[in-house]
């Protein structure tokens, strides 16, 4: 029996225009480790000094137009941060769990665009998250930009759009509570003209 | 435990400015922010780390940068506040020991048939090395 011929080496404009629409991660909705909760969000608000009473006074909370307490919005990306392996973490490059995967983006780095440098982060917030509720993400590829010439050298804009649900009872569609696109250059170090 | 009044539509106009958000980007404030933040990479706790990778101090992450935008304009608009949407573009990293200054103005006032009102905000945040980030937020203020 012949040998199927290997299929042509796909160049690389096929390879990211294929990435389009394709999941950052493994695929399934990165699910939060905790619902949110008021130990959480009163250490967010400790951090940044943040003394909105919306957030950690249930008084306030309960007369106000949001009748209880509610998560900080921009906080909404830090419910599905991974919860880390500490050890090993530098070894990762600040990765916060060892992994299989293979990142779609590395199409870039093996055509020599090595260099990462985030470019701009979008919310749209649908509505505030209460108490007790657990938030899934789920992130895709949403486009990547012809080949540009910025200030630091040649590269593509890679956006992702990542989709923050809650689950709204057994058999219901989540409910979409937010929406993120994350824009970075994946460029080519010491290609500036 | 009384709180400061909300903002709405009559309070408002295109050109206000907000009052200035100074930070002193102390290291201990960088590391509250990514803690906080469940942010464990180095660069952002470790200066030696961060010193291996380029860079002279450990840096603000973008997580606590987007806090830090919506502390900006809720501290000015008030706790009823409702943020709708925040576009943010990168600039210089925020270095430990800065000090980060946050600047804005009201750009668009819509107000709204339910007498809520629609409000954009532009703004920037600068320190001594230049442009840390720059973007606009939307908020939705409640009815007079």
Known sequence: ?193 | MSHRRTLTLADVSVGDALPELVIDMMATVVVAGAIATRDFMPVHHDRDYANAQGSPEIFMNILSDTAYCSRFVTDWAGPEAIVRSLKIRLGGPAYANTTLTYTGSVTTVDALDSGEADVEVTFQAVNEYGQHVSGTMVINLPAG
């Open chain 1, 1 to 193: 029996m012949a040998e199927p011929s290997p299929p042509p080496a796909a160049s690389f404009q096929d390879r990211i225009d294929a990435l389009v629409g394709s999941p950052m991660g493994s695929g399934t909705p990165n699910v939060a480790p905790d619902p949110v909760n008021q130990p959480m969000i009163r250490h967010w608000a400790a951090a940044f000094e943040d003394s909105n009473p919306a957030y950690v006074d249930p008084e306030f909370a309960e007369s106000s137009r949001f009748a209880g307490i509610v998560a900080p919005p921009l906080m909404l990306q830090t419910w599905t941060m991974a919860t880390p392996m500490i050890t090993g973490i530098k070894g990762r490059g600040g990765a916060p769990l060892p992994s299989n995967d293979r990142s779609p983006l590395t199409v870039f780095d093996d055509a020599g665009f090595v260099g990462t440098l985030a470019s701009n982060s979008e919310f749209e917030i649908h509505r505030y998250l209460r108490l007790g509720e657990t938030v899934s993400a789920r992130t895709v590829i949403e486009s990547i930009s012809s080949e540009k010439t910025t200030r630091i050298g040649v590269g593509h804009f890679v956006t992702w759009v990542t989709t923050y649900a809650v689950e709204t009872g057994p058999g219901e569609p989540a409910e979409v509570v937010g929406i993120q696109r994350f824009r970075i250059l994946k460029f080519k170090p010491g290609s500036a003209a």
